[in-house]
């Protein structure tokens, strides 16, 4: 039967899918579409779907001062209304609470009649000229909307205000055409994730976008010029840039609550423009903070000890069946083979939860019928008479077939629908009436964990029955005692678990509970048009009253706390981001469960911030963290999609350029045995995160692990964010077939470069997935030298030279090339990568010193089998005695293997805290090594030359 019904509702839907328009909002951004053939899955039928996130807001009232508006043109002048309108009151209806009523500004500057000689606002040369916004005579907006206001009161750059006649919830305003010789944009591409985007038209732009640099001229780095371009959130409202019509890009505005509009919204983006794109986007970031006040710049923040300890997570070693002996298994094989693990992260598995039951939701399915069929999917035209035959065909035939069709229907038509589609709105519809039951059904069948609620915020009883005796406090005792665990991380979700707390579990009936149904905002919808019939939708979210939400992280925190843990991995956040409807909006909701989890933090695991934050790129998760100082920059580590790693590594890379400027960017987890361990493991070493680990016991590389963890079970962290050099900022790493990705970071003494050839593979936005390319990838040619490494004030070599120790890695994790030189400013070095090859410069300055009268240079590398050598090195100096006219060298550091120096001339004497060790010196490469011995202290290692 089936086999007769599919083509015809095929051609039914292709004949409407013809007749619709184009949804209005639709964005006309599309992105490069690649050859590939997936293999989709319905949502209903997918044992393991992505994971869920959260996020709150405060609107603060407008003031008249500072404020300009772009000059009106159709008559001169602008419409008092708009000035003198009341913002509307918002009520959180069922929170119970007010947000303040917004009232306008009397007459703020330039709101009244147009004059073309008011002057315009200047910061460094930043002003509005016509309708164009232009840095001296770069346009960088063409053709804005009359509908900004800007302020021009913080020298960092201008915030833009947003007015319109009609108080609304959602608005559209247009910035223009952009004009620029390229851009970086960092959107969301999924709703937990962002990822990079390269392109130079208003048209390449994609949707949700929620950073945008541009480049607006190329030539000598002193010549560049670079614009950033932030949207922000303003009480209840959150903003991003979207491609508008006709070659434009505009900003949207939005709420997330019908409840909570207004005709003003003040201060809801930023622009800034510099020679410097790192100090571009230092500042504006500060900028933003300091208008905003709900979050703090990472610089101002506290960060746990567990950045500096090799870790270990249960994910991809158990998924959500993890239990007490495999935790034990997994540290015990870590330790076994020279790598411990000093923190530990219980992942998803270990809670108190529950499936909803299937009767819950069965009883809906007569009534879901009958709203089927009153359902009013399009105006009356043309599309719906071609709609409505549909619909009648389909109701023609039995619950049961219907469901049979669904993955074949899904298959052919709907995953790559797009909002607005007839086979979006027909699938949305079906998934709200007639297949919810058994799609619901679905899930719980399979035990999806999803649809799971949390009971109680203790251990849950299978994994608790897992232990030796039974007692989760007993057995996070004996992973400290007796496995050498020193922090003990455990995973939830913002909510609780992903579908939230359980309506009626005594254990959590103090917090007031509520089952509400997610709305996703239209603007993730045109990204994510799956999320229309997500399984949280499908199941609903069970939330506490908005009055205790602190209940839910206190009853949490405390008992973890009281079991021995030390702190939390916080997930699944932006699921929040669509339950502010009725709540006051998405950014005031997030924001009120960020911050409560952060008081609790606080007050049960201390003020150095042990937290987690992931699936949390939505601005209204990044914009409210205040204290916590770590946040996941990436969608997943997925250890089986070939088409993931290389993604991975240059998502993270990108993404830290904002994120790292709240929170030290968390890489994810990795396995030492995947095929691409060595590319995963070189950015890590680079990326000044924590490593971490996700492993199954048994399946390591120690080989590899030793490269980054010493025998104490402490890392060589590097000191900032990894951030791409300036020369591939605006490269398309992942498929242009020329270019690296290079990143660059600083250690205690030296700096740090890693190259990698990332193309072959990258995120197909039509298809919502990571595609491998079809053809061979190409080896990769480019060069280092010493400008690749930024913020080098106070940095500098006093010879003007530097020590560079090269290592080139192949992707099996060989070592191809090991090599010492010496560079200058002028200098540059040249190498080839290819497919998934990864290279490491670490630059160490010359410092001068004289034997005899005889000058030398002498520089500290580091420790020679690590990645990150130069991170053993904590501090160096050259003393000269005036008397003897002897050098002595004073290097402290840390670790054990060969430590490597870079000498003109071989050394008299070495010791190591005062103890005469034997040393290596090789005329040829002037390359100097001794032995340091195992130790968890630090170590003074003193060389003279007499």
């Known amino acids: 039967m089936s086999s007769l019904l599919l083509p015809a509702i095929a051609s039914l839907l292709v004949l409407a899918d013809q007749a619709t328009l184009a949804s209005p909002h639709t964005p006309p951004w599309q992105g490069k579409t690649l050859q590939s053939k997936p293999s989709f899955v319905p949502p209903f039928l997918d044992p393991a779907p992505p994971r869920p996130s959260l996020r709150s807001g405060v609107y603060s009232s407008p003031s008249a001062s500072n404020l300009h508006s772009l000059p009106k043109f159709r008559s001169g002048t602008i419409s008092l209304n708009m000035c ?13 609470t007010e947000l303040a009523q917004q009232q306008m500004p009397p007459q703020a500057e330039g709101f009244a009649e147009v004059n073309r000689s008011i002057p315009t606002p200047m910061l460094d040369n930043l002003h509005v000229k016509g309708s164009d916004l232009r840095w001296g005579i770069d346009v960088i907006f063409q053709g804005m909307s009359q509908d900004f206001a800007w302020d021009s009161s913080d020298d960092r750059g201008l915030f833009l205000s947003v007015r319109s006649v009609a108080s609304k919830n959602l608005h559209f305003v247009s910035l223009g055409k952009l004009v620029c010789n390229k851009f970086l944009a960092l959107s969301r591409m999924k709703l937990w994730w962002m990822n990079p985007t390269w392109g130079s038209r208003s048209d390449d732009v994609p949707p949700e976008t929620q950073f945008l640099l541009l480049r607006l001229s190329q030539g000598d780095s002193e010549d560049e010029k670079y614009a950033l371009i932030l949207p922000i959130i303003s009480g209840p409202f959150r903003s991003c840039i979207v491609s508008g019509n006709k070659g434009t890009v505009s900003l949207r505005v939005e709420s997330g609550d019908s409840k909570v509009d207004s005709n003003f919204v003040r201060d809801i983006a930023f622009v800034a423009v510099g020679k410097n794109p790192y100090d571009l986007i230092h500042h504006s970031m500060a900028a933003a903070s300091d208008r905003m006040k709900t979050f703090k710049l990472r610089k101002h923040k506290a960060f ?5 300890s090799f870790g270990w997570c249960t994910w991809d070693a158990f998924y959500s069946s993890v239990d007490g002996p495999g935790i034990l298994q997994g540290v015990e094989a870590l330790a076994a083979g020279g790598t411990p693990a000093r923190t530990l992260i219980i992942d998803d598995g270990w809670q108190d939860t529950t499936f909803v039951e299937e009767e819950d939701h069965a009883h809906k399915v007569v ?12 105006p009356q035209t043309k599309r719906q008479s071609v709609f409505s035959s549909i619909l009648k065909y389909i109701f023609a035939w039995p619950v049961g077939i219907l469901h049979n069709l669904g993955k074949s229907y899904y298959d052919a038509f709907v995953h790559k629908a797009k909002l607005g589609s007839v086979h979006f709105k027909i699938w949305s519809m079906l998934a709200s009436t007639v297949l919810k039951a058994p799609l619901l059904n679905r899930k719980l069948q399979s035990k999806d964990d999803w649809v799971k609620r949390l009971r109680s915020a203790e251990a849950g009883e299978r994994f608790v029955a897992s232990l030796q005796d039974g007692s989760f406090k007993a057995f996070i005792d004996r992973l400290k005692e007796k496995n050498g665990i020193q922090i003990v991380y455990c995973w939830h979700a913002l ?21 509400r149904t997610p709305g996703p905002m239209s603007g993730i919808l045109h990204v994510e048009p799956t999320l229309a019939w997500d399984a949280l939708i499908l199941n609903g979210v069970g939330l506490p009253h908005m009055d205790k939400v602190d209940d839910l992280y206190n009853s949490l925190h405390a008992y973890l706390k009281s079991s021995g843990v030390d702190g939390v991995k916080v997930d699944g956040q932006a699921a929040l981001t669509m339950l502010g409807g009725g709540l006051g909006g998405s950014a005031a909701t997030t924001r009120r469960f960020v911050q409560a989890m952060e008081r609790s933090v606080v007050h049960h695991f201390g003020s150095d911030m042990n937290c987690i934050n992931c699936m949390c790129h939505p601005t209204e998760c990044l914009y409210s963290y205040n204290e916590t100082s770590v946040a996941r920059a990436s969608d997943d580590f997925w250890p089986r999609d070939p088409a993931s790693h290389t993604v991975h590594v240059a998502n993270v890379a990108y993404n830290s350029l904002f994120i790292g400027e709240i929170a030290q960017p968390d890489w994810d987890m990795f396995q030492s045995k995947n095929e691409v361990a060595t590319l995963h493991a070189v950015a890590r070493s680079v990326g000044g995160c924590s490593v971490y680990v996700s492993d199954r016991p048994g399946e390591h590389d120690f080989d590899l692990l030793k490269r980054l963890v010493l025998p104490d079970g402490k890392i060589l962290r590097a000191l900032l964010p990894g951030r791409p050099t300036r020369d591939t900022i605006f490269a398309d790493v992942t498929r242009d077939g ?9 250690n205690s003494c030296n700096g740090v470069v890693a190259a990698f050839n990332l193309q072959g593979a990258s995120w197909c936005r039509s298809v919502r997935k990571n595609v491998l390319h079809h053809g061979e990838v190409p080896t990769i040619s480019t060069t280092f030298a010493l400008r690749d490494l930024e913020e080098r004030e106070g940095r500098e070599s006093s010879s003007g030279r530097w020590s560079v120790l090269k ?7 060989a070592l191809k090339e090991h090599s010492v030189s010496i560079m200058d400013q002028t200098s540059s070095s040249s190498f080839s990568l290819a497919s998934r090859e990864c290279c490491i410069f670490t630059a160490a300055p ?4 004289y034997r005899q009268d005889k000058q030398f240079l002498f520089a500290a590398l580091g420790l020679e089998r690590m990645f990150n050598a130069g991170g053993a090195v904590l501090s160096v100096s050259m003393t000269q005695e005036e008397a003897t006219k002897a050098a002595m060298a004073s290097v402290s550091v840390r670790g054990s293997g060969p430590l490597l120096f870079h000498s003109t001339f071989a050394p008299s004497v070495s010791k190591v805290d005062g103890k005469e060790v034997e040393f290596d010196y090789d005329e040829e490469t002037k390359l100097l090594r001794l032995q340091l011995d195992s130790s968890s202290a630090d170590r003074l290692v003193n060389l003279m030359w007499a």
């Not at 020329?738 to 600083?746: A, G, H, Q, R, Y």
């Open 84 to 96: 003198q309108e009341s913002v509307q009151t918002a009520t959180a209806v069922d929170a119970g």
């Open 304 to 308: 746990p000890a567990s950045l500096d």
């Open 367 to 378: 009534d879901d019928l009958k709203a089927a069929k009153e359902l009013q999917v399009v």
């Open 495 to 515: 909510m609780g678990y992903w579908s939230g707390v359980h309506v009626g579990k005594p254990a959590v009936a103090g917090m007031d509970p509520n089952i």
């Open 738 to 746: 020329v270019s690296p990705l290079k990143v660059w970071n600083w």
């Open 807 to 813: 290592t080139l890695w192949s992707r099996d994790g």
């Open 846 to 849: 010359l410092l001068e010193g």
